[in-house]
Antibody
Framework: EVQLVESGGGLVQPGGSLRLSCAAS????????MNWVRQAPGKGLEWVSY????????YYADSVKGRFTISRDIAKSSLYLHMNTLRGEDTAVYFC???????????????????????WGQGTLVTVSS | DIQLTQSPSFLSASVGDRVTITCRAS??????LAWYQQKPGKAPKLLIY???TLQRGVPSRFSGGGSGTEFTLTIISLQPEDVATYYC????FGPGTKVEIK
């Protein structure tokens, strides 16, 4: 059974940092791209970041570019999100999400191909407030 | 960046009704679109990918169609358990359509 278990959320002051972790099990972690998706309270879904199966390709939403870093540890079957310079608008539940077939950006067409998210964790809440 | 819009934003229908949600992309995206269902307090669930491929385990009353800039998600016979918010996605997500039972 595929399981994705997030941890590391909590209350942090504006300007602070936090690292989210996601422990994956039940599938061959090194074979799948992974994502972070967040949802602010009462709001819709916002894709945050993607990392390829081999860890060589990363994409970020404009809203977090330069502040967040996605990484993965194949040996530990774990996904991470390092969040710096946190703002109130980063307050959300953060989901760890498996990518069904891998996502890649095609510069010739200007859009992403294959962003299909088949397994989601239960989410971890990050609250940015003083 | 590609923007997705959904219509309607809210839908109320009776059990057994056929309901259709539309998603429009700001530029052509071929068939690279997915649909998700999210129930309150739960993580989203993948329903449809590649515009029209039903994800394993999803009831056949759900179907997806379209290509280019206009896509649809259809529930051919609405059930009480289908009450949820539905999102389309091309990496980024549409704003969502909330579906309720009349």
């Amino acid at each position: 059974e595929v399981q994705l278990v997030e941890s590391g959320g909590g209350l942090v002051q504006p300007g602070g940092s936090l690292r989210l972790s996601c422990a994956a099990s039940g599938f061959t972690f090194r074979s799948y791209g992974m994502n972070w998706v967040r949802q602010a309270p009462g709001k819709g879904l916002e894709w945050v970041s993607y990392i390829s199966s081999g860890g060589t390709t990363m994409y970020y939403a404009d809203s977090v570019k330069g502040r967040f870093t996605i990484s993965r540890d194949i040996a530990k079957s774990s996904l991470y999100l390092h969040m710096n310079t946190l703002r109130g608008e980063d307050t959300a539940v953060y989901f760890c999400v498996r990518d069904l077939m891998g996502t890649f950006y095609d510069p010739l067409t200007g859009y992403y191909k294959g962003a299909y998210f088949d397994y989601w964790g239960q989410g971890t809440l990050v609250t940015v407030s003083s | 960046d590609i923007q997705l819009t959904q219509s309607p934003s809210f839908l109320s229908a009776s059990v057994g009704d056929r309901v259709t949600i539309t998603c429009r992309a700001s530029q052509g995206i071929s068939s690279f679109l997915a649909w998700y269902q999210q129930k309150p307090g739960k993580a989203p669930k993948l329903l449809i990918y590649a515009a029209s491929t039903l994800q394993r385990g999803v009831p056949s009353r759900f179907s997806g169609g379209g290509s280019g800039t206009e896509f649809t998600l259809t529930i051919i016979s609405l059930q009480p358990e289908d009450v949820a918010t539905y999102y389309c996605q091309q990496l980024t997500f549409g704003p969502g359509t909330k579906v309720e039972i009349k």
